[in-house]
């Protein structure tokens, strides 16, 4: 059957646009997310550092329990990997201590509501429909369709996480905070730009606006 797909030069030429677009979205988003993240993550794990008194309370007040508070050298960024808060040395000397805990409490907010463990759980079902939807193709083209479709599809869910995380933040710091610290965090870029994992920095602060 595979063969049989080829026969025709026109059927040949559409299936080989067909890989060449899918690979090439597959591949743009592999290297600007999973890897950009595993390099993230690797690189900058960070040292321990005790937990200052008003994370500790953040903490407290947010109902999460709070394993390693992290510093990370030459970094201008913050995560969490699900236990711990990752915070580069970079963004603290950047921001004032009450973006600074606006940005935790947006962190804290993506472990509250196990936002890491549903990424990974979000994806099986997502995947498994991408796979049917694309039956009809050879295998090979199968797996990179479904896999570039896969990536594009959660570019809404993980920007409806971050929304979430800031919306739930914004419940325990001043939402005013919150919009400056991630106005340090663009870093001079253009405020309608999002990227995969992330909506605007403009739509973020719009709609943290409505919360104040």
Known sequence: ?????FINPFIQLF?????VLFAEIFMFFVTRT???????ALR???LPHPIPDEIKQLSEQMGVKLKEFRVAERFDNAYTNGNDVVIGDLLLQGLKKDELLAVIAHEFAH??????PIRFVSIIPLFLI???SFNHL??????IAALAYLMVVMIPFN????????RLASKYVDASHLSSALTVLNGGRDLKEGSESHPPIRTRIQLLAKNQ
């Open 130 to 132: 991408a796979n049917a």
């Open 44 to 46: 900058h794990k960070g």
């Open 34 to 40: 999973l890897f950009n993240n595993l390099i993230m």
């Open 138 to 143: 050879p295998s090979l083209l199968q797996s």
């Open 111 to 116: 472990i509250k509501e196990n936002h890491l």
């Open 15 to 19: 299936w080989l646009l067909v890989l």
């Open 1 to 5: 059957m595979f063969a049989n797909l």
């Open 159 to 166: 920007w409806y996480l971050e929304i979430r995380a800031d």
